[in-house]
Every structure is written in structure tokens, then in C-alpha cells.
């Protein structure tokens, strides 16, 4: 009696998960068909946080024209500081306000024209980028947010560090003698 009980359980187990893979895959079907569908069509989604969604006028907006969005500092000994000047234009139709500008990580700095740039005028953004205990590839960017659309701009600067040699390196405590 206990074997056919338990045999008809396993059964039902069985199809069960059976049945929970196929509800999956019809799931996974679904959600991929959403994704193409999202993909594929030009209309923004606003998100279900969003209280009210409007769109920006133009004529408060500024844009961003840079010469370029990537620098590349080639290959530089650990250690060595480089420092690049990423000039832009405001093609926008209102004065660009960049409100604030971060970097990838503490090894890099950045610097920028703090006040409001006029349609039509340049402003520049500074990266310097420490090399100190960096070595291998490296790729350190800053991300700028400002009145533009979209409001978040990344500059990114890649390069490669050659690290110092062992022998070279200064003693990392105090010496006893």
C-alpha cells in the first residue's frame, strides 16, 4: 500500500514540474516577445514610478557638441598623472548648465566650466587621470549631468599602464635594523 501511495506521489511530482517547465517557458516566450516588441518601436516608456511624464522643450535645453568623447593616452609608465581637455559647443537653444560631473573611480579628477555656456559658445571639461597603483588596461570615465537631452553624457579615457618593476619599488613599511 505504501508503494502504490508513494509511486502515485512521485507521479504527481513529476508532473508537476513537468508542468511548472512548460509554465516557465511560456513565461520566458512571453517576456522575450515584450522585449522585441519594446525594441522594436519608436515610443518612449515611461516608467509606472513616474507621476506625470512631459515632454522637454526644446527651447530649455542645451546640447552638447564635442569634438570627441574618447581620448586615448596611449601607453604611459604606473605613476604618470595624464590630464585631457575635452572642448564642447552648446548647440542647444538655451544656456547648457552642467550640474554636476562625476568619475568612474577615485584615480580620476575631473574639472568643468561651472557657469552657465550661452547657445553657441564652448565650455571644456578637464579628466586627469592618476596612474598611481594602476596598471594593465585601463579605461576611467566621468559622467556629466546637465540640462541637455539626455541628461546624463559620458567621456571616457582609455590607455594602457605599464606597471613598475619589482625591483624598483620603494620598501612598503619602515626597516628595522
Not at 506625470?52 to 569634438?67: H, V, Y
Not at 594593465?136 to 590607455?159: D, E, F, H, W, Y
Amino acid at each position: 500500500m505504501k508503494i502504490k501511495f508513494l509511486s502515485a506521489m512521485a507521479v504527481v511530482v513529476l508532473l508537476g514540474a513537468c508542468n511548472q517547465k512548460d509554465d516557465q517557458g511560456d513565461k520566458i516566450k512571453a517576456l522575450e516577445e515584450k522585449i522585441a516588441q519594446l525594441e522594436n518601436s519608436n515610443t518612449a516608456v515611461t516608467p509606472v514610478n513616474v507621476q506625470t511624464a512631459t515632454t522637454a522643450d526644446p527651447s530649455s535645453l542645451g546640447a552638447f557638441e564635442f569634438k570627441e568623447m574618447e581620448y586615448d593616452f596611449g601607453t604611459i609608465n604606473e605613476g604618470q598623472v595624464v590630464e585631457h581637455v575635452f572642448n564642447f559647443t552648446n548647440n542647444g537653444q538655451a544656456p547648457l548648465v552642467i550640474s554636476n560631473i562625476t568619475a568612474s573611480c577615485g584615480c580620476t579628477s575631473p574639472d568643468w566650466t561651472k557657469s552657465p555656456v550661452n547657445p553657441g559658445e564652448t565650455g571644456f571639461v578637464k579628466v586627469v587621470f592618476n596612474s598611481a597603483a594602476k596598471s594593465g588596461s585601463q579605461a576611467p570615465t566621468v559622467t556629466i549631468q546637465a540640462n541637455t537631452n539626455p541628461t546624463v553624457t559620458r567621456l571616457r579615457m582609455k590607455g594602457s599602464v605599464t606597471p613598475k618593476l619589482a625591483g624598483a619599488a620603494a620598501p612598503a613599511g619602515p626597516l628595522k635594523r
